[in-house]
């Protein structure tokens, strides 16, 4: 069980300069205005929001004491 990650950077080249453009995807669902068009040669990258990547480092743990302690079986 993990939380998938809710913000994308799409890193492009722009007259020769790369330059970033964060979308959080939670308001890219419903905000049209949020949406991107991914382009050839964009890098786009997931990120996690400090509190996912808590959450999940927390429920990894939680589920490898859980299968090393004999419980998972």
Do not use: C, W
């Amino acid at each position: 069980i993990s939380f998938p990650p809710t913000r994308a950077i799409v890193v492009r080249q722009v007259n020769g300069q790369q330059i970033s453009i964060r979308v959080d995807l939670r308001r890219a669902l419903t905000d049209p205005s949020e949406r991107i068009l991914v382009e050839p040669n964009d890098l786009v990258m997931l990120e996690y929001k400090p509190l996912e990547l808590i959450v999940n480092i927390i429920l990894s743990n939680v589920q490898v004491n859980y299968f090393l302690n004999g419980m998972g079986r």
